[in-house]
C-alpha cells in the first residue's frame, strides 16, 4: 500500500498542496496547486486552468522530478502543525484517460494533469498526532 487510511483521510481533507519542480536551468519552482487522490493509479493528479502551457507542466515534461507538500496547523493550542511530503516522479499527461477529475473537473481547466508517482513519504503528526515533547518525523520509501 503506497498510502495509509490516515494518510488518505488527510488528503482527502486539504484542498491545496505545493508542488516544486525544476527549471531547465536548475532553479527550483513551488506552486500552489489544488490535487486529488486518484484510487485507479494510486497516485496524486494535480490539474489546474491551462494546466498544459503552464511552466510546472513543461517542468515536469521536461524531468518529472517533484516534490509535493500538503500542510496545515491542526490545532495553535496546543501547537500541532502537521504535513504529508511526497517525493517521486510525475507526468506531464495532456489527454489523461483515468484521471481523477474525469467525473468533476472544475470549470475552465483544460483536461492535462500532472500525475505524481510516490517514491518517498515524509510525514509529522499525520499518523499519529505529535507529542510536543517528541517530534519524530516517520520516513519510508514507497515500492
Do not use: C
Not at 33 to 43: E, H, S
Not at 134 to 141: K, L
Amino acid at each position: 500500500m503506497t498510502f495509509t487510511d490516515t494518510e488518505l483521510s488527510y488528503m482527502a481533507g486539504q484542498r491545496l498542496g505545493r508542488l516544486a519542480t525544476a527549471q531547465p536551468d536548475g532553479t527550483l519552482q513551488v506552486s500552489p496547486v489544488g490535487f486529488r487522490y486518484n484510487d485507479r493509479t494510486r497516485t496524486i493528479d494535480i490539474a489546474g486552468h491551462n494546466m498544459a502551457a503552464s511552466r510546472k507542466f513543461r517542468n515536469v515534461a521536461d524531468n518529472g522530478r517533484v516534490a509535493f507538500v500538503i500542510d496545515d496547523v491542526a490545532s495553535v493550542d496546543p501547537w500541532q502543525p502537521r504535513f504529508l511530503e511526497i517525493r517521486g516522479h510525475a507526468e506531464a499527461i495532456a489527454e489523461p484517460a483515468d484521471s481523477a477529475y474525469a467525473d468533476a473537473a472544475p470549470p475552465g481547466f483544460d483536461g492535462a494533469i500532472i500525475r505524481i508517482h510516490p517514491e518517498r513519504l515524509i510525514s509529522f503528526g499525520v499518523n499519529n498526532p505529535p507529542d510536543m515533547g517528541q517530534r519524530a518525523i516517520s520516513t519510508r520509501n514507497v515500492d
